[in-house]
């Protein structure tokens, strides 16, 4: 139980501290599963597409009322099929969760 606390209190010193939890799954589901489509993120998380689309946006660059976000994920159209969003982690995103894995498997 102390390395969980100590790698949320990470997410909370380096990200944002008012961070929900829903924001925390939705990173780390991202983290674990390179290159998701958001829909499966949704269903597995059991997220509704709302709340997948608050999350997603607001760990990407820019949040959905255009200001600026957390920049841990990045968020593009699928090539091959350009309705689907493709959620990868970016290189800020990457560090932090290299350092969640130093906390919790080391």
Known sequence: MEKLLKAIELLRVL???EMPAQAVSCFL???SH???H???M???LGFTT????RNTDWLSQTNRLGQ???GLIIKEADPSNKRRVMLTLSPKGEEISKQ???ILYD
Do not use: F, I, P
């Not at 709302?50 to 689309?53: K, N, V």
């Open 15 to 17: 990200v944002d501290r």
């Open 29 to 31: 589901y991202v983290a």
């Open 34 to 36: 390179s290159r998701c």
């Open 38 to 40: 958001k829909t499966a």
């Open 42 to 44: 949704e269903e597995d």
């Open 50 to 53: 709302a709340s997948g689309s």
């Open 68 to 70: 600026q976000g957390l």
């Open 100 to 102: 969640l894995e130093r």
